[in-house]
């Protein structure tokens, strides 16, 4: 197995829940959370609804900075407000796809906004990068063309997974993206996931409420509570021998 390269370090967000004149305020508070991530490597982030799997996801996505913890990038500490690091490396596959898209624009255009934000290609290497990013996905650079509107529920899956890697990140997070979709194209979506990674060694964070896929997919898994991890370790091991309550509730009670 390929070494750390992401370190997640007391990772804490709090979120303060405004008092009304008939309810006390309860602020909210995730982590602290500490955890690696490995070159390649899935790894599944489970737990309740509200447990705090989704404020992660976004944390290190940099829609939202923490209040306090720190990453660290081959050994090297990363500021939060270095938008250029995270929007880079660390990349969200979106739940519903065909929302995530804006209606009235082109998919080639929407596929060239990070590339504008983000890099120093010029019009003509940005247009070979959409194309090349279109093709990698199972589409045609005909596509960028279209309107999202144009587009099945799967085929704008995989423009959001376009999306997600055209700036060739180290780390995808998958945020319940494959739950909606039905079996059969789910099946595509997923071995599409498991080609990229292999041919880009991509590091997948899964968050999930789905067991199976959970199983199939992930080489580690993180179990949250009440926004703590309870418990983390190999994924055959943990099923095996779950130590904590919680996951052993979790294990017998996410759907099959
Ligand atoms: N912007 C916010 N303002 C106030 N509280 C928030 C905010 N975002 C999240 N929370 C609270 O933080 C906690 C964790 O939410 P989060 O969405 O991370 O949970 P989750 O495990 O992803 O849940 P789910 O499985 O339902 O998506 C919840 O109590 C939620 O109400």
């Given at each position: 197995?390929?070494?750390?390269?992401i370190?997640?370090?007391?990772?804490?967000k709090?979120?303060?829940?405004?008092?009304h004149?008939?309810?006390?305020?309860?602020?909210?508070?995730?982590?602290?959370?500490?955890?690696?991530?490995?070159?390649?490597?899935?790894?599944?982030?489970?737990?309740?609804?509200?447990?705090?799997?989704?404020?992660?996801?976004?944390?290190?996505?940099?829609?939202?900075?923490?209040?306090?913890?720190?990453?660290?990038?081959?050994?090297?500490?990363?500021?939060?407000?270095?938008?250029?690091?995270?929007?880079?490396?660390?990349?969200?596959?979106?739940?519903d796809?065909?929302?995530?898209?804006?209606?009235?624009?082109?998919?080639?255009?929407?596929?060239?906004?990070?590339l504008?934000?983000?890099?120093?290609?010029?019009?003509?290497?940005?247009?070979?990068?959409?194309?090349?990013?279109?093709?990698?996905v199972?589409?045609?650079?005909?596509?960028?063309?279209?309107y999202?509107?144009?587009?099945?529920?799967?085929?704008?899956?995989?423009?959001?997974?376009?999306?997600?890697l055209?700036?060739?990140?180290?780390?995808?997070i998958?945020?319940?993206?494959?739950?909606?979709?039905?079996?059969?194209?789910?099946?595509?979506?997923?071995?599409?996931?498991?080609?990229?990674?292999?041919?880009?060694q991509?590091?997948?964070?899964?968050?999930?409420?789905?067991i199976?896929?959970?199983k199939?997919?992930?080489?580690?898994?993180?179990?949250?509570?009440?926004?703590?991890?309870?418990?983390?370790?190999?994924?055959?091991?943990?099923?095996?021998?779950?130590?904590?309550?919680?996951?052993?509730?979790?294990?017998?009670?996410?759907?099959?």
């Open positions: 197995m390929s070494v750390e390269f370190r997640i370090n007391e990772l804490t709090c979120y303060k829940d405004k008092a004149w008939f309810k006390k305020g309860k602020d909210v508070t995730i982590g602290p959370v500490t955890f690696g991530l490995k070159k390649g490597e899935t790894l599944a982030i489970v737990g309740d609804a509200g447990s705090g799997k989704s404020t992660i996801a976004r944390l290190l996505a940099a829609a939202e900075a923490p209040d306090s913890g720190y990453l660290t990038h081959n050994g090297v500490a990363v500021d939060w407000s270095d938008t250029s690091f995270f929007c880079k490396n660390i990349r969200l596959i979106f739940q796809a065909q929302k995530s898209l804006n209606p009235t624009i082109k998919i080639g255009e929407q596929l060239e906004q990070p504008i934000f983000n890099t120093k290609l010029d019009a003509e290497e940005r247009q070979v990068k959409i194309n090349s990013s279109l093709r990698m199972g589409l045609l650079p005909e596509h960028a063309e279209y999202p509107h144009m587009f099945s529920g799967g085929q704008a899956q995989r423009i959001g997974i376009a999306r997600a055209i700036l060739d990140p180290e780390v995808v998958i945020d319940e993206a494959l739950s909606p979709l039905d079996p059969s194209l789910r099946a595509q979506v997923i071995n599409l996931l498991l080609e990229l990674q292999q041919q880009h991509l590091t997948y964070i899964l968050i999930s409420h789905h199976t896929l959970i199939y997919l992930s080489d580690r898994i993180l179990v949250m509570d009440d926004g703590k991890i309870v418990e983390q370790g190999e994924i055959t091991s943990v099923f095996a021998n779950p130590v904590h309550d919680k996951t052993k509730k979790l294990l017998h009670s996410l759907d099959m």
